[in-house]
């Protein structure tokens, strides 16, 4: 019977050494995972910090490209009124100009009336003639 026990014994001291071989072996997989996971941890930290520092700049760049935006917006704003105040001066020399258009045009008529009554005037002037004595004497007399 002692025998038998020791084999027995033998049997559960051989399933004890393959259940601790295979503990072993599991807790060697798990130190690997373990590891493999501490590594990927260490580079999705790297990672979230890289993204952190990218977003960092996008933040400065939208920053200063509001700043260029506003920048642009208010030299926009400056050169509407700059060309609201030309517009302004154009209405200003256009009604000017029309102005002086009726003035050239008045002075015209003037000049051509005036014109007329200087030619009727030579011809009146020319109806008479003058004499040795000084008495006024018409032509047609």
């Known amino acids: 019977r002692a025998g038998e026990t020791g084999r027995g014994f033998a049997v559960v001291a051989s399933e004890v050494r393959a259940l601790s071989q295979r503990s072993t072996a599991a807790a060697q997989d798990i130190k690997k995972l373990i590891s493999a996971s501490t590594s990927e941890v260490s580079q999705g930290v790297e990672l979230v910090e890289a993204t952190g520092a990218a977003l960092a700049q996008i933040v400065v760049r939208v920053s200063e490209v509001s700043a260029t935006i506003s920048n642009i917006a208010r030299v926009a704003e400056q050169q509407a009124e700059s060309l609201s105040e030309v517009n302004t ?3 200003h020399l ?12 008045e002075t015209t008529a003037a000049t051509e009336n005036l ?4 030619e009727m005037l030579s011809t009146l002037i020319r109806e008479f003639s003058l004499r040795r004595n000084g008495t006024l004497a018409s032509r047609a007399a």
């Open 94 to 105: 256009d009604s000017t100009t029309q102005q002086n258009a009726a003035m050239v045009e």
């Open 89 to 91: 001066a154009l209405r």
């Open 115 to 118: 014109n007329r009554q200087s």
